[in-house]
């Protein structure tokens, strides 16, 4: 609303009193602070005086420190003129009088007019012809007069019982102060059917809060019969911004949206970074019924970025918002090259300031609609992105909470903690404070730099507390130090109570394997021998360190592994004495330990093209810190969990390392030289394989796969035989027939 005091400035009223009407001024003044209202003040006598227009109370951050300088004119009463000068020199848009907001004319008086060549007839009829809503307020007691009260009758709206004012002194004002305040919020029902009952009056500035470049943002879900919007501050006590939905452009009060009715824009607010330039997403989680997210960036003015609406309805889309930070060393949208770095042959032109990479999200943002219902979980969160210069949000990704929480209303509250030790990327909070038949729940899932990992999401249950909490989880606010161990903490809002969850200090604890012989020796093994030889050694090294940069001091960590040969092969070549697999654990602190390990070999290896694996897995614990109330520190994302080491054969391959055979394949047979089907002798195939070059691998034949030279005997009985017989058919019959067997190797093996 624009608001504009005309005040009598005529001789029939004292020093004391006009200083009492000023009071009266102010004090009107600062009941309207905080509501889309600004006002004017304007003196009359026998001259007509602006004091501030509305673009003047704009820019102070204590308007009513306006009147100090304002001086009584002391002459004759020309009240006519004082309207229409207000009508035609101050409710205008160079006097800073907005377009659309309705305009409220009052004026204080102690008399009838006098020496006024104006009349109340055409004054009148303009100040109605310009919509202005006219508050009379007779002081004294000139108005017993009836003619005197039919002149304030006229000033004043009609109906005139509604719009009429009379207090006996001007120490009378003071209370009449809540009455005017609140017959001005009420002009504001008298809008057309197709506009909003309520502007401002029922805003409820403050149902969400957020920080931006420019200053505090505060969503205002009430503001236009709760269709919502915000207000933006840009700090110096300014009057603020306000952006809502139901205007025609970002930020300019306007005609409803009959869509927009009851959608609660400003329920959820998040500030972006886009470049040289920043935006604001609100959420209305409302909207449609289905609810609604805008994205508006600031420039000159206020537009619209881009906008996405929910899939469910009643799921409450937009309750919730986080603006995903980039992970450290992945490009901003419109980031510079650095100094000196120039694009490639073919390569794209590089964006400027303000623009995003090609391919590149210009917004990444998290959505809640912690009401969603379906697939066992209540609740989700929507990962959505804008590219490029496209106006629209895209939600390709969904998290949610773990089965059986149908109604755990997942996504309430979102929070973002930095990057903790070796973590490239930040962790995001989701709160679900329904959960576990209402004691709640918080997820940390990991941001990567595609965006967000939906999996392996670290769940902290509100009934592992002892304070047994309700509703853990209904809010959330994560990124400070506030335990002063120089580790971010997340603070999660219960009824009735604040839990602070601590980050731990974080190891970082890598694994090394080495063999001793580094290679396994070439060696003979006799046909049917069972080889349980010492193998070798190996040694697995466990270096610890810190990987967050704390206040706790020196640590120690429980490490519990296990060791496995060969893993995933169904015969495996060597032990550990009596199994292939071994655990063990220790205890240590900062620095490094080792461990021996003897291995054996478990019989006559058949595979000595493939290297003997050892897999290492490892987990483990930080010892509780007494310094920091028993946190316990925790393996690092920077930690080797598990590691495989290879442990070769020697192959003769000569000084290249790359093996040259030279095989040749004899065949002889024995036996009767008739084989018939039915009779019971047999036909002996013998196969000799001779390798006079360097070692083979891979060529079949009955003893093996790596000869330097070995034979084998195939002894076949009828009815199956692995070869064609072809010397003679068989008895009562025509015709070769073939059969099948095993060939039974002899000779001297292999090498």
């Given at each position: 609303?624009?608001?504009?005091?005309?005040?009598?400035?005529?001789?029939?009223?004292?020093?004391?009193?006009?200083?009492?009407?000023?009071?009266?001024?102010?004090?009107?003044?600062?009941?309207?602070?905080?509501?889309?209202?600004?006002?004017?003040?304007?003196?009359?006598?026998?001259?007509?005086?602006?004091?501030?227009?509305?673009?003047?109370?704009?820019?102070?951050?204590?308007?009513?420190?306006?009147?100090?300088?304002?001086?009584?004119?002391?002459?004759?009463?020309?009240?006519?003129?004082?309207?229409?000068h207000v009508l035609r020199r101050v409710f205008r848009p160079g006097r800073g009088a907005?377009?659309?907001?309705?305009?409220?004319?009052?004026?204080?008086?102690?008399?009838?007019?006098?020496?006024?060549?104006?009349?109340?007839?055409?004054?009148?009829?303009?100040?109605?012809?310009?919509?202005?809503?006219?508050?009379?307020?007779?002081?004294?007691?000139?108005?017993?007069?009836?003619?005197?009260?039919?002149?304030?009758?006229?000033?004043?709206?009609?109906?005139?019982?509604?719009h009429l004012f009379r207090v006996d002194n001007f120490s009378a004002l003071a209370g009449i102060q809540s009455q005017l305040q609140q017959k001005i919020f009420a002009i504001e029902g008298t809008h057309p059917s197709n506009s909003s009952s309520f502007q401002l009056e029922m805003a409820q500035a403050g149902m969400s809060a957020a920080l931006s470049p420019a200053g505090p943002v505060l969503g205002a879900v009430g503001a236009f019969d709760w269709s919502g919007g915000a207000f933006v501050y840009s700090g110096g006590g300014a009057t603020p911004e306000f952006l809502n939905g139901s205007a025609p452009g970002p930020g300019t009060p306007g005609a409803h949206l009959e869509e927009a009715r009851d959608a609660y824009l400003g329920y959820a607010a998040a500030p972006l970074s886009l470049g040289s330039t920043w935006g604001l997403a609100l959420g209305a989680p409302r909207w449609g019924h289905l609810g609604q997210v805008t994205v508006l960036e600031k420039g000159h003015t206020w537009s619209e970025l881009g906008r996405v609406t929910g899939t469910q309805v009643g799921s409450y889309f937009g309750a919730s918002l986080l603006a995903l930070e980039p992970c450290p060393g992945e490009p901003r949208p419109g980031e510079q090259?650095?100094?000196?770095?120039?694009?490639?042959?073919?390569?794209?032109?590089?964006?400027?300031?303000?623009?995003?990479?090609?391919?590149?999200?210009?917004?990444?943002?998290?959505?809640?609609?912690?009401?969603?219902?379906?697939?066992?979980?209540?609740g989700r969160v929507h990962l959505c992105e804008i590219h490029g210069q496209v106006p629209r949000l895209r939600c390709p990704l969904s998290l949610r909470g773990s089965p059986g929480h149908p109604l755990g209303r997942f996504g309430a509250?979102?929070?973002?903690?930095?990057?903790?030790?070796?973590?490239?990327?930040?962790?995001?909070?989701?709160?679900?404070?329904?959960?576990?038949?209402?004691?709640?729940?918080?997820?940390?899932?990991?941001?990567?730099?595609?965006?967000?990992?939906?999996?392996?999401?670290?769940?902290?249950?509100?009934?592992?507390?002892?304070?047994?909490?309700?509703?853990?989880?209904?809010?959330?606010?994560?990124?400070?130090?506030?335990?002063?161990?120089?580790?971010?903490?997340?603070?999660?809002?219960?009824?009735?109570?604040?839990?602070?969850?601590?980050?731990?200090?974080?190891?970082?604890?890598?694994?090394?394997?080495?063999?001793?012989?580094?290679?396994?020796?070439?060696?003979?093994?006799?046909?049917?021998?069972?080889?349980?030889?010492?193998?070798?050694?190996?040694?697995?090294?466990?270096?610890?360190s810190k990987e967050t940069a704390d206040g706790l001091g020196a640590v120690s960590a429980s490490l519990w592994f296990r060791a496995e040969l060969d893993p995933g092969r169904a015969r495996v070549r060597a032990d550990f004495g009596a199994e292939n697999a071994k655990n063990g654990t220790l205890r240590m602190g900062e620095g490094q330990r080792c461990l021996s390990l003897d291995i054996f070999y478990r019989g006559c290896p058949q595979d000595t093209l493939t290297p003997l694996s050892l897999r290492v897995t490892l987990g483990g614990r930080g010892d509780p810190l007494e310094a920091a109330g028993g946190l316990r520190p925790q393996l690092g994302p920077g930690s080797d969990t598990a590691v495989t080491a290879t442990l070769p054969f020697e192959h003769d391959c000569g000084a290249d390392n790359a093996c040259q055979d030279r095989l040749e394949?004899?065949?002889?047979?024995?036996?009767?030289?008739?084989?018939?089907?039915?009779?019971?002798?047999?036909?002996?195939?013998?196969?000799?394989?001779?390798?006079?070059?360097?070692?083979?691998?891979?060529?079949?034949?009955?003893?093996?796969?790596?000869?330097?030279?070995?034979?084998?005997?195939?002894r076949c009985y009828s009815p199956a035989v692995p070869f064609a017989a072809t010397r003679s058919p068989p008895r009562g019959g025509a015709g070769a027939r073939s059969a099948t067997c095993s060939p039974r190797c002899s000779g001297p093996g292999r090498r």
């Open positions: 609303m624009d608001i504009a005091f005309l005040m009598d400035g005529s001789g029939s009223i004292d020093g004391g009193d006009f200083t009492r009407m000023k009071a009266f001024i102010g004090e009107v003044m600062r009941r309207f602070r905080g509501a889309d209202a600004q006002f004017s003040l304007t003196q009359f006598s026998h001259t007509v005086q602006d004091h501030f227009d509305f673009a003047a109370f704009r820019k102070v951050p204590e308007p009513w420190r306006l009147l100090d300088g304002v001086r009584q004119l002391s002459s004759s009463t020309r009240t006519a003129t004082g309207i229409r907005r377009p659309h907001a309705r305009r409220v004319l009052v004026v204080v008086t102690d008399g009838e007019k006098f020496d006024d060549p104006l009349g109340y007839p055409e004054v009148i009829a303009e100040a109605d012809a310009m919509a202005v809503t006219r508050y009379a307020i007779g002081v004294g007691d000139a108005f017993e007069n009836p003619r005197a009260l039919r002149e304030l009758q006229v000033i004043a709206s009609s109906p005139a019982h509604d090259p650095r100094p000196g770095e120039q694009p490639h042959p073919g390569e794209q032109p590089r964006p400027r300031p303000g623009e995003p990479r090609p391919g590149e999200p210009r917004v990444r943002l998290l959505v809640g609609a912690p009401l969603f219902y379906g697939g066992g979980s209540g509250s979102l929070a973002q903690l930095p990057q903790v030790g070796g973590a490239r990327c930040a962790q995001v909070a989701v709160g679900a404070p329904l959960e576990d038949e209402g004691r709640g729940a918080v997820y940390l899932f990991q941001s990567t730099p595609a965006g967000i990992d939906a999996h392996g999401a670290q769940r902290v249950a509100g009934s592992r507390f002892p304070s047994q909490p309700h509703f853990f989880g209904q809010s959330l606010s994560g990124g400070r130090d506030l335990s002063g161990d120089h580790l971010p903490d997340l603070a999660v809002g219960a009824r009735g109570q604040v839990l602070l969850l601590r980050s731990p200090p974080l190891l970082r604890v890598r694994l090394r394997v080495t063999f001793d012989p580094a290679v396994i020796p070439a060696r003979e093994c006799p046909e049917g021998a069972e080889l349980r030889e010492p193998l070798g050694v190996a040694g697995v090294c466990f270096r610890v394949l004899q065949l002889n047979l024995s036996g009767p030289g008739v084989l018939l089907v039915g009779e019971g002798e047999a036909l002996e195939l013998t196969v000799t394989v001779t390798n006079e070059g360097e070692s083979s691998f891979g060529p079949g034949h009955p003893c093996g796969t790596r000869p330097r030279s070995a034979s084998g005997r195939c």
